[in-house]
């Protein structure tokens, strides 16, 4: 497990900004991990494990602290214990395109509309990644992983990840520290065995995105060529030939508000209903009991509206920059703040925090940011 000579973060995030971290650990195999891990951790110094650096916004001083690149591959296909499925077990630094790319050459279906995402797999749990109505808490099995402070792993189940829209209780939100401080070691995936023979696609949000009648009948290949044509024409793909790539994908999430606050916003805003807790819990003690149990609460279900609506709305356009920066919105996608060649986090976070008082003023609501944000504030 040697220390590697520090390299700028702005070299390894798509963003393209950051200082130089005090120190660096490359690892390799997950036993390289494990040891970089419980290393740092008990010398108490600050620590950052890096993947892709896709979904990291870091700031311009140096990092005074560790930073673990994880860099361990490998996919290995197992039998599921459903008929008609296979799981898939994948080591964190691998990359999420190619483990897409080899479900769907081996006609695995449950992954195919998230094609083209950057970053690794060991992240996509954490900020439970989605596209075109797939999230991958559909067919995420389990992870292994290790607590902080801990020196051995464990495995856990899915639903103990408190995975929801774009999180989970691993996640650094802006503002506050994940609910459990632990990293990914390994992602096991149960995917739908599908052959390469067209199919009809159950979900209306995909088969609106593709322009896909109802009992349309298509591949999965097919699929994962025209999201990836799709995310190209929306700079959503990396490619150092485009300017808009050097982004942090959606830099602000869909705001999801209450079914009254949605009221207020402008018919014309998308918006799209989040299915409400339909399990409650009621405890009634026996000695209490008169026959009579009382009507479950009415509640309306929360309401998720479109970020990039409102942003566009608020009189801030695709390709808007401020005057002398080296930072703008994306030319094809009002979500993506992009540096377009050069520019400091400081610009970046400039034109972050213009984008959320435009849209605080006109709308009321202060949108989040969706990377996390290391030496940065908004």
Avoid at 15 to 39: F, N, Q, S, V, Y
Avoid at 214 to 242: E, F, N, P, Y
Avoid at 334 to 346: D, E, M, P, S
Wanted: charged content about 20%; aromatic content about 6%.
């Amino acid at each position: 497990m040697p220390d590697v000579e520090p390299l700028p973060l702005a070299q390894l995030t798509t963003l393209r900004t950051g200082g130089i971290p005090a120190r660096m650990i490359d690892a390799h195999t997950a036993d390289e991990l494990i040891h970089a891990l419980t290393d740092v951790w008990g010398d108490g110094d600050e620590w950052l494990v890096l993947g892709g650096g896709s979904n990291l916004f870091a700031g311009d001083e140096p990092f005074d602290g560790t930073v673990v690149r994880i860099l361990t591959r490998g996919i290995e296909r197992m039998p599921s214990p459903r008929p008609g499925f296979a799981r898939l077990r994948v080591q964190a630094g691998h990359d999420w395109d190619e483990v897409v790319a080899y479900a769907v050459a081996e006609g695995l279906a449950g992954i195919e509309a998230m094609s083209g995402i950057p970053g690794t797999i060991g992240a996509a749990p954490v900020q439970n990644i989605g596209a075109y109505g797939q999230e991958i808490v559909q067919t995420l099995v389990e992870v292994d992983l290790l607590d902080e402070g801990a020196s051995a792993p464990v495995t856990v189940a899915a639903a103990d990840l408190g995975l929801g829209f774009r999180t989970s209780v691993l996640k650094h939100h802006y503002g506050s520290v994940p609910l459990r401080s632990a990293v990914i070691l390994s992602v096991t995936l149960e995917l739908a065995e599908v052959g390469h023979a067209e199919r009809p696609i159950a979900g209306a949000q995909l088969r609106s995105a593709l322009g896909l009648t109802g009992d349309q009948a298509v591949t999965v290949a097919w699929i994962r060529d025209h999201v990836l044509d799709t995310r190209r024409r929306k700079g959503m793909v990396l490619d150092d030939a485009d300017p808009d790539t050097y982004s942090a994908g959606s830099f602000f999430q869909n705001a999801v508000v209450s079914a009254s606050f949605a009221l207020t916003l402008p018919d014309e805003c998308p918006r799209w209903p989040v299915a409400p807790d339909l399990d409650p819990v009621l405890v009634i003690p026996l000695a209490q009991f008169d026959g009579y149990v009382p009507p479950a609460p009415s509640e309306r279900a929360d309401v998720k509206v479109s970020a990039a609506w409102l942003i566009e709305q608020a009189g801030v356009r695709k390709g808007f920059k401020l005057p002398r920066s080296r930072a703008a919105l994306s030319s094809k996608h009002a979500l993506a703040l992009t540096n377009r060649g050069g520019a400091r986090a400081a610009e970046l976070a400039e034109l972050a925090r213009f984008i959320q008082g435009r849209v605080q003023s006109e709308f009321g609501l202060l949108l989040q940011p969706e990377p996390v944000l290391v030496g940065v504030e908004l």
